[in-house]
C-alpha cells in the first residue's frame, strides 16, 4: 500500500522501514527507537478510533501512577462481535490476573504503554514464536504491574477480513507455541504470591485447552499427530471423548455399508 508515502508527509513522524521478520521484531525495533513517554501499537490491518489515545491519556490524568492503559474492542474476524469488562473501577482494573480470569479479553492494538516499560529491555516480545509471544508480553507485565488502566468504549478494531488468511495464520503447521507459555514465565511466575499463582495458572490452563479445542475442531487428526499434547493438557475423560468422535465417522459408515447388504 502507500502508507509509507502517507507517513513520509509528516516531518515529525520517524519511519523504520524493514523487511518482514514477524510482529515481535518490528514491535521491540520501534520500543527500541521511541523517545517519547507512552508507546502505543497498531498492526497494519487493524484500526483505532479518533479519540483512542485521548480516552487513554483521561485514564492516565486520572491514575498517574499507572504503567500501562488497555481498552475494548472490536473483533472483526469472522463474526463481529465487542470485546469489554464491564468490571472496571471506573476506569481502572485493580487485578489484572483476576480481571483475566473473569472474561478481561486484551488486544495489543488497544495497549499504551509508558516509558518505564518499554524502555526496560526485559519487557519485549519473544521473537521466537508467532502464535503466542504477545500472551506472552502481556502476563510478564501484568507480574510487574498488576494494575492496568481500562477504556470501557471499544477504540480499537482487530481485523482479518481474509477468512482464508485467518485460518491459513491460526492453524497452518498447528503451532503449539502456545503451550509453552506458562514455562517461559517461570522466573515472573515463581515472584507472585500463591492466590496470584493459582489464577495465572487457571488462565492459561483454560486457555491451552481452548486452543487445542480449536485445533481438534479444525483438524481431527491433530489428536493423532500430536498425541501428548492432548494427553498433557486434558483430563482422561476429555481426551477419550474426543477420540470417540474421531472413530464414530467410520464406525457409522461401517455400519451403513454391512446394513446395505444386508437388504
Not at 99 to 121: D, Q
Request: charged share 25%.
Amino acid at each position: 500500500d502507500n502508507t509509507a508515502e502517507i507517513v513520509s508527509s509528516y516531518p515529525s513522524v520517524i519511519l523504520l522501514k524493514q523487511n518482514n521478520k514477524g510482529p515481535s521484531v518490528a514491535r521491540n525495533r520501534g520500543m527500541n527507537r521511541a523517545t517519547g513517554n507512552w508507546i502505543s501499537f497498531l498492526d497494519a490491518d487493524d484500526t483505532w478510533k479518533k479519540n483512542k489515545l485521548e480516552l487513554q491519556k483521561n485514564i492516565i490524568d486520572k491514575y498517574p501512577d499507572l504503567k500501562w492503559v488497555s481498552a475494548a474492542f472490536v473483533n472483526d474476524s469472522i463474526i463481529r462481535n465487542t470485546y469489554t469488562y464491564p468490571f472496571h473501577s471506573n476506569g481502572l482494573i485493580t487485578d489484572f490476573f483476576d480481571a483475566i480470569n473473569n472474561g478481561l479479553i486484551f488486544n495489543t492494538s488497544t495497549m499504551l504503554l509508558h516509558e518505564n516499560i518499554f524502555k526496560n529491555e526485559n519487557f519485549r516480545f519473544n521473537h521466537e514464536f508467532r502464535n503466542s509471544e504477545d500472551t506472552e508480553m502481556w502476563l510478564r507485565l501484568a507480574c510487574h504491574y498488576p494494575r492496568m488502566g481500562y477504556v470501557h468504549q471499544a477504540v480499537a478494531t482487530y481485523i482479518r477480513s481474509n477468512k482464508s488468511s485467518l485460518t491459513k495464520m491460526a492453524f497452518s503447521s498447528l503451532d503449539f507455541s502456545f503451550l509453552s507459555v506458562e514455562s517461559r514465565l517461570k522466573k515472573e511466575i515463581d515472584t507472585l504470591t500463591k492466590s496470584k499463582k493459582k489464577l495465572i495458572e487457571l488462565y492459561l490452563k483454560n486457555k491451552r485447552e481452548q486452543r487445542l479445542l480449536r485445533y481438534w475442531a479444525f483438524s481431527r487428526k491433530s489428536i493423532k499427530q500430536h498425541p501428548d499434547h492432548y494427553i498433557n493438557y486434558f483430563s482422561k475423560q476429555l481426551y477419550l471423548t474426543l477420540l470417540i468422535l474421531n472413530w464414530t465417522p467410520s464406525l457409522i459408515k461401517r455400519l451403513l455399508s454391512k446394513i446395505l447388504k444386508i437388504y
